[in-house]
T-cell receptor
Framework: DQQVKQNSPSLSVQEGRISILNCDYT??????FLWYKKYPAEGPTFLIS?????DKNEDGRFTVFLNKSAKHLSLHIVPSQPGDSAVYFC???????????FGSGTKLNVKP | ETGVTQTPRHLVMGMTNKKSLKCEQH?????MYWYKQSAKKPLELMFV???????ENNSVPSRFSPECPNSSHLFLHLHTLQPEDSALYLC???????????FGQGTRLTVV
């Protein structure tokens, strides 16, 4: 049973617009959340994280929002750039344990 | 370049073969991980090593055997694999458990 779900396998956005990638989780004990970006033929690279004590974390063009009551997090990329085209994975887990669960990824295509 | 190097990048092996995947990190990290990425499925955590000690074996079949001789190297020994084991195998490391992980580029394994 998947504990972290990314229900949109793909997303296409025009350059300069906002990209919103969504992620849902089922375990209310999860208190730490991460987003990774993956280009073809490369391993995932860490993008941004958020702990459950916050509802927003911002890093440049990337902002992650956490809605604990809905068990939902989202990654906003503004403005989107063609170089952002990649697969984005969200991951969730309990900070005090050694296991994070990954979603199946959303492939973002930013069109010039 | 994330500082985590995996070799080989591609591997084709028969079901009766024995092979090993190698992972090396020069980041001074203390935790290392093996993940499996099958097509259209979430990243699956296989093994976790913390300070060279295995702390997690996520119900992985015994035909996969990890080895961590030191905190910089991690191996995954493979024997009598099945075609359904064909996947991308990713190694990752992190400074401590549950901090953001740095991934290698992965080994694309095909079992024939």
């Amino acid at each position: 049973d998947q504990q972290v779900k990314q229900n949109s396998p793909s997303l296409s956005v025009q350059e300069g617009r906002i990209s919103i990638l969504n992620c849902d989780y089922t375990n209310s004990m999860f208190d730490y959340f991460l987003w990774y970006k993956k280009y073809p033929a490369e391993g995932p690279t860490f993008l941004i994280s958020i702990s459950s004590i916050k509802d927003k974390n911002e890093d440049g063009r990337f902002t992650v929002f956490l809605n604990k009551s809905a068990k939902h997090l989202s990654l906003h990329i503004v403005p989107s750039q063609p170089g952002d085209s990649a697969v984005y994975f969200c991951a969730a887990g309990q900070y005090n344990f050694n296991k994070f669960y990954f979603g199946s990824g959303t492939k973002l295509n930013v069109k010039p | 370049e994330t500082g985590v190097t995996q070799t080989p990048r591609h591997l084709v092996m028969g079901m009766t073969n024995k092979k090993s995947l190698k992972c090396e990190q020069h980041l001074g990290h203390n935790a290392m991980y093996w993940y499996k990425q099958s097509a259209k499925k979430p990243l699956e955590l296989m093994f976790v090593y913390n300070f060279k000690e295995q702390t997690e074996n996520n119900s992985v079949p015994s035909r996969f055997s990890p080895e961590c001789p030191n905190s910089s190297h991690l191996f995954l020994h493979l024997h009598t694999l099945q075609p359904e084991d064909s996947a991308l195998y990713l190694c990752a490391s992190s400074p401590l458990m549950n901090t953001e992980a740095f991934f290698g580029q992965g080994t694309r394994l095909t079992v024939v």
